[in-house]
Every structure is written in structure tokens, then in C-alpha cells.
């Protein structure tokens, strides 16, 4: 490849684009563990009643995939009214959730910044100064 740009031809190989494979280890690496966990949607909210209600009458089963397909037909078999409570607390938990990732990115942002200032270290001091100046 003569004359081409150096940066696209260090990814191809053998005339097609390389693409980088992400590694579990990447993928947790980009998470931040301190922001907020996404609230638990309507059915899982209803399944973790289910569950408890399900071991309950069954305590000999302890199969997952069992105890699933029945929370699923019995999430299919209830009605509109049944499933209000469940709509109820899965709201409640998205505002708080959307209060938490608020908080969150505004923390985000005030560390952000702290760091980067509009002003440089001479402007602040030059304003400091006339401050002293004037009280004297």
C-alpha cells in the first residue's frame, strides 16, 4: 500500500479491518462501579415475589428454569389489575433511580470541574489582589 494514510493501513490485515476482540477484563474495566444500577423492569419485580411464594409451596425444587417458566405463565395469566402493584413499585424504583444517576452525573461533572478552571492561576490571584487593595 504505497502512499496510503499510516494509520488506516497499520489496521488492516490481508485487505479487510482488523477488529479488536473485548475481553471481559475491557468491558469491566469500563464500568463505573459507583454509578448506579438499572432498576428491575415490571416482570422481575413480580418474579421476585413469585420466587419466594413458588419455594415456599415447593421447597424440593430448586431448579431455575422450572420456577421461571412458571413465573412466566403466571405473569401471562394475571390481569391488568393484578399486575398493578408491580407497575407501582417498578416506577418507584425508576424515580429513584433517575434521582440516583441525577445526583450521580452531577458529581461526575463537579469533579470534572474542579479541575479545569475558566481562569487561569494569574487571573485568580490578580483578582485576589485587587480585593486586598480595596479593603485596605
Known sequence: MKGGNPKVSS??????LAVKKWTKKDRLAANDPNKPKRPASVFFVFMEDFRKQYKEKYP???????IGKAGGDKWK??????????????????EE???NLKAYNQKL??????DD????????????????????
Open 11 to 16: 489496521w488492516k490485515r490481508g485487505g479487510k
Open 60 to 66: 424440593e425444587n430448586k431448579s431455575f428454569v422450572i
Open 77 to 94: 395469566s394475571l390481569s391488568e389489575e393484578e399486575k398493578s402493584p408491580y407497575v407501582a413499585k417498578a416506577e418507584k424504583r425508576k
Open 97 to 99: 433511580y433517575e434521582q
Open 109 to 114: 461533572a463537579a469533579a470534572d470541574g474542579d
Open 117 to 136: 478552571s475558566d481562569k487561569s492561576k494569574s487571573e485568580v490571584n490578580d483578582e485576589d489582589d485587587k480585593d486586598n487593595s480595596e479593603e485596605e
